[in-house]
């Protein structure tokens, strides 16, 4: 399968803790985004890397989080010093700027925050 | 409020009948995508149409765009229950670095 992967599936924290999301994109796809998506509501944009250049941040990210993309391959989402309002589903997405603006999902990261 | 909001939120209706489901926005866009998601899973991309089109075909999938009304609609003809899913429109706007917008979602119920 070559599509997007998202580890873990699931996650559970205690609130005040660090976790970290991986995303593998598409091969190939340069364009890599972050979503987050609260029970019943559509996913809201987080940040946008073209290659390794994280290009655009929403006012969504706080201080707390942040996104890396070293080798314009994967990347990763860590939340630090978690909060029970972080609980979310945590939503992956690439892209081809040469094929098109479609975005291809991962199957999320589901984040319970206790 | 969001970029793209759905009308209506829920929708009930028969296997065999259509589904119709409307998505309102606010700015200019590049294009204007739906999405299926099927309960707590990932999103499926289903349609793009792009700002200089007014009509686009997929197999069931009608989608029609009317960029004076900033307005699009979905239509899924000959509904099956495995079509029941959350149906998210999402805007590509210009100037927003293809970051996309979705609005609320419907939510559409195909009963067998």
């Known amino acids: 399968d070559t599509g997007v992967s998202q580890n873990p599936r699931h996650k559970i924290t205690k609130r005040g803790q660090n976790v970290t999301f991986r995303c593998d994109p598409i091969s190939e796809h340069n364009r890599l985004y972050w979503y987050r998506q609260t029970l019943g509501q559509g996913p809201e944009f987080l940040t946008y890397f073209q290659n390794e250049a994280q290009l655009e941040k929403s006012r969504l990210l706080s201080d707390r989080f942040s996104a890396e993309r070293p080798k314009g391959s994967f990347s990763t989402l860590e939340i630090q010093r978690t909060e029970q309002g972080d609980s979310a589903m945590y939503l992956c997405?690439?892209?081809?700027?040469?094929?098109?603006?479609?975005?291809?999902f991962g199957p999320g990261t589901r984040l319970t925050v206790t | 409020s969001q970029q793209g909001e759905e009308d209506p939120q829920a929708l009930s209706i028969q296997e065999g009948e259509n589904a119709t489901m409307n998505c309102s926005y606010k700015t200019s866009i590049n294009n204007l995508q739906w999405y299926r998601q099927n309960s707590g899973r990932g999103l499926v991309h289903l349609i793009l149409?792009?700002?200089?089109?007014r009509e686009k075909h997929s197999g069931r999938l009608r989608v029609t765009l009317d960029t004076s009304k900033k307005s699009s609609s979905l239509l899924i003809t000959a509904s099956r229950a495995a079509d029941t899913a959350s149906y998210f429109c999402?805007?590509?706007?210009?100037?927003?670095?293809?970051?996309?917008?979705f609005g609320g979602g419907t939510r559409l119920m195909v009963k067998p």
């Open positions: 149409i792009r700002s200089n089109e």
């Open positions: 997405a690439s892209s081809s700027g040469l094929a098109g603006y479609e975005q291809y």
């Open positions: 999402a805007t590509d706007a210009r100037n927003a670095g293809n970051m996309l917008t």
